[in-house]
């Protein structure tokens, strides 16, 4: 199992006038000379550098307290995920896994080499206590391919003891500035061992392509969620919190833009791009919605008078969800290592390349894109309308759970359109949000009361009382009745502000 450690550290330039004295910041009672270590790594990426383009190392590292492989996604300015996996000759799987995503069907390669002699030094306080450590790094560095060359530099780094406040990093950096020692250009040393060992011709990078045309912007939505579905594919991989849900989510957005601006990009290329979409949605769901349905129905027992609670209602309970969840840790994984995972990835990859543009694409953002958003408001105001017209009971339930699918393409098409039309879209996504949540809870008690009558009847099965079971049905019907009283107001307000 591979080890993972917050990185929060900061880099600066160095010259031949070393480290300066850092006694006098705040809170530092002692700076102990750790020595001299000899570090000698190796980075590798594909032959186009996928992983340099997101940010992210891969390393082999011998030399120093923590020798093995370094795997670092990144968080925030100066700030990165550190997985580490012992040393070894080839890539360790877990971290070839994690990068997949990015890498693809490509060979992951040795393309630079970095050889530093790191001068290091403890700051402390008052108790012995590590605040950071400092270190100054001579640094050689090599491109194995392609025709690049080799460069030399020294830098500072202050990377934050584990558990540290960030705050004391700005202590030091005041104390270094002072000194006359600026901030690194580089984000990393291997950014800037790439870009000064670099082939001249590449060194150059083209600025980004200005959105102008409603094709633009819309391209640049799908180009979002398609790196969001990247990005999370290691979060998911390592079970991060909430991370199946949002890239649930983005399988979701994509999918909702291409419906929405169907006069911008052809549904001949999307439509099928989005049943795949839909296929990794509901294998990342497979345990998901079994979850919420267990939380929900577990909190629901829990807040029962214990009178109300008669058998083994519980037992029953978590019985039932271990039966019923189809899926597993193995089986998600299993899907993101398939080829069937890495196609979608692809596809998504060729149709921002070589995107199927109609006419409506090269016309002015402002009346394509508030058009197409205002198409998907007037239809979901038709099923609104037509759920309300109906008597409470199934029909009713079927509408309601259909206007809220309308709803979260309502909202994702106001979310890809803020950069449009501004306040409005902001307004309109906010308001679709708030119904979406109303006929979300009014989807999830229907759901609910299913459960209820599934695992009444195995419970009459079983020679056990099905009291609370009835109670719980009851206390579900009564919560839809109150989201459904609810629906028309809401919608009336969201009629009246949401949309100009």
């Known amino acids: 199992m591979a080890d993972i450690k917050r990185e929060i550290e900061r880099k600066y330039e160095s010259d031949e006038s070393g480290l300066p004295d850092l006694t006098g910041v705040a809170g530092v009672a002692a700076v102990i000379d750790k020595g001299v270590a000899h570090l000698d790594a190796t980075y590798y990426d594909t032959a186009d550098e996928r992983l340099a383009a997101s940010k992210v190392t891969l390393r082999r590292r011998t030399g120093g307290s923590d020798a093995g492989w370094h795997l670092k996604f990144p968080v925030a300015p100066g700030v990165r995920d550190e997985i580490h996996a012992p040393l070894a000759d080839t890539v360790p799987r877990p971290l070839a896994g994690l990068v997949r995503s990015r890498v693809r069907d490509g060979e992951l390669l040795p393309v630079v080499r970095l050889v530093s002699d790191r001068d290091v030094r403890h700051l402390v306080d008052a108790d012995g206590r590590l605040l950071a450590e400092v270190s100054v790094d001579a640094v050689r560095a090599e491109r194995l391919t392609g025709k690049g060359g080799a460069a030399e530099w020294t830098e500072i780094e202050v990377e934050l003891a584990d558990g540290g406040d960030p705050v004391f990093l700005d202590k030091v950096e005041k104390r270094l500035r002072k000194a006359g020692v600026q901030p690194s250009a580089s984000s990393s040393k291997l950014a800037r061992a790439l870009e000064e060992t670099a082939p001249k011709k590449r060194r150059k990078s083209r600025a980004a392509r200005e959105a ?20 999370l594919d290691p979060a998911v991989r390592q079970d991060v919190y909430d991370s199946v849900h949002r890239m649930r989510v983005a399988t979701r957005r994509l999918r909702s833009v291409f419906r929405s601006y169907d006069r911008v990009l052809d549904r001949a290329v999307t439509d099928p791009v989005g049943e795949e979409l839909k296929w990794l949605a509901g294998e990342l769901g497979v345990d998901r919605d079994q979850e919420v349905l267990t939380e929900r129905l577990t909190a629901a027992v829990d807040a029962l008078p214990r009178a109300l609670v008669v058998g083994p209602v519980r037992t029953r309970l978590r019985t039932w969800s271990q039966a019923r969840r189809g899926g597993s840790r193995r089986r998600l994984i299993a899907v993101l290592d398939g080829a069937r995972y890495l196609e979608l990835l692809n596809a998504l990859d060729a149709l921002i390349t070589d995107p199927p543009l109609l006419k409506a694409a090269s016309g002015k953002p402002e009346a394509v894109i508030a058009k197409a958003v205002r198409k998907d408001f007037g239809r979901l105001a038709g099923l609104v309308e ?29 979310e890809s359109a803020v950069d449009v039309m501004g306040r409005p879209a902001i307004g309109l996504a ?23 009558r599934e695992l009444a009847r195995q419970a009459h099965s079983a020679g056990e009382s099905t009291f ?8 579900e019907e009564q919560r839809a009745a109150a989201d459904e009283a609810e ?14």
């Open 430 to 452: 906010k308001a679709m949000k708030d119904l979406q949540g109303l006929l979300g809870d009014h989807q999830d008690s229907v759901m609910t009361r299913q459960a209820l």
């Open 487 to 500: 629906l028309p107001g809401t919608w009336t307000e969201i009629n009246r502000r949401a949309w100009p």
């Open 386 to 414: 037509q759920a309300l017209a109906r008597s409470a009971g199934g029909e009713r339930d079927l509408a309601l759970h259909e206007a809220r699918k309308k709803a979260k393409r309502t909202r994702y098409a106001a």
């Open 468 to 475: 609370t079971y009835g109670v719980l049905y009851g206390r």
């Open 212 to 231: 102008v045309t409603a094709g633009d912007h819309v391209l640049a939505y799908v180009r979002a969620q398609r790196d969001a579905l990247v990005e």
